[in-house]
Structure formats: structure tokens, C-alpha cells
């Protein structure tokens, strides 16, 4: 298991900056230690744009789970946003082969895989800054439990966050560069 993690963690460095810059940061945020249910979040670096999902679990079978789900709803969607994920090392994201095989044609590959060097989650710092400003709508053990939320709860929690405008926007949020990235693909 640490020769795989080694090489895995190597992937990271291998991965050019432009590259890099298009990836999907996924991490989990936990809510009260009773909780069962945690969130998996996934932020879209390209837009600042960042979803939650609800989780029953924090292991990598739910992760591939929803994962799954993601891609089955929207395949064209998910291989354009989701085609790169970068992650922590934690035992949720341990199954690297499981987050990559596609729900669709298991055959194929989904997405590729890279691990953030250990303890360095600025790599995926777009993510962990997002964080920062989710815990102040869900308080780290202040009596909110995951475990009490919806996937409705995490869409609003969602809109919220992603409805905020940002000074490194230009006063933008990232709802607006989500819908102008679509627009400007159009034409429109």
C-alpha cells in the first residue's frame, strides 16, 4: 500500500501547470463527530465554482457512489468538468481505480486521478478556501448535523456560496462565471 500511495503521489508532478490549472479539487467536510454523513465537495477551478454532495458515509465506496451518480446524470457534463480530479490522500479517495472506472462502460476510464503531496492542501487550495467560507454557514461542531441535512439543504447551502461576490472575481461570483463561461461558448 505505501509503494502504490508513492507512486500515486508522484502522478501530482507529473501533472503540467496548465493542466493543473482545468483540474476538479474533491475533498469530504464532516459535520458533529456523531455524524454518519458527510459532504463530498468538489470544486471547478476553471469557474470557482464549487458543489457539495451529500454522503452516507466517509468512505471511498460512497465516494465512488455519488461519483457515479454524478456521471450517469450527466455523462457529456461530467467528462468535460470532472475529467481531472486532484484530492488528499484520505482513506475515502484510497480507491483510485474505483473513482476512475466509469459507471457507464466500466472498461473505460472516467477521469484521471492525482494526490496532493502530503500535507500540503494548498495544492488544492481553491477548494480549502471555499471551505473556509462553507464552515461559516455549517460551523464545525456547533451542533449542525450532517446527518440532519438534505440534498436540498446542500444545494441552497450551495447557491449561497456560490451567489457571493468575490474580490479575486473582479466583484464577480461564481454563478456569473459558470453561466458566461456557457455563454461565451454559444456565442451568446
Known amino acids: 500500500d505505501g509503494a502504490r500511495r508513492g507512486a500515486l503521489l508522484r502522478r501530482l508532478h507529473g501533472l503540467p501547470e496548465e493542466e493543473r490549472a482545468r483540474a476538479c479539487e474533491m475533498d469530504t467536510v464532516i459535520g458533529l463527530r456523531s455524524d454518519r454523513r ?9 469557474f470557482r465554482f464549487q458543489l457539495a454532495l451529500l454522503m452516507p458515509c466517509k468512505t ?32 475515502e479517495f ?13 472498461v473505460a476510464g472516467r477521469c484521471s486521478v492525482y494526490y496532493c503531496d502530503v500535507r500540503q492542501s494548498q495544492q488544492k487550495g481553491g477548494c480549502e478556501r471555499n471551505h473556509v467560507e462553507l464552515r461559516k454557514l455549517l460551523p464545525k461542531g456547533r451542533g449542525i448535523s450532517f446527518d ?28 456569473d462565471m459558470l453561466l458566461g463561461g456557457a455563454r461565451r461558448r454559444r456565442g451568446a
Do not use: H
Not at 458527510?38 to 476553471?46: E, G, H, N
Not at 455519488?66 to 461530467?78: C, G, M, S, T, V
Not at 484510497?94 to 466500466?106: H, N, T
Open 38 to 46: 458527510c459532504l463530498l465537495t468538489l470544486y471547478l477551478r476553471a
Open 148 to 175: 440532519r441535512l438534505t440534498g436540498r439543504d446542500c444545494a441552497v447551502l450551495m447557491s449561497q456560496l456560490n451567489s457571493e461576490p468575490r474580490p479575486s472575481l473582479g466583484g464577480m461570483c461564481a454563478i
Open 94 to 106: 484510497a480507491d483510485c481505480a474505483g473513482i476512475e472506472r466509469s459507471a457507464l462502460d466500466p
Open 60 to 91: 471511498a465506496e460512497a465516494v465512488q457512489a455519488r461519483l457515479d451518480e454524478l456521471e450517469k446524470a450527466a455523462p457529456n457534463a461530467f467528462a468535460r468538468l470532472f475529467s481531472l480530479l486532484l484530492t488528499d490522500n484520505g482513506a
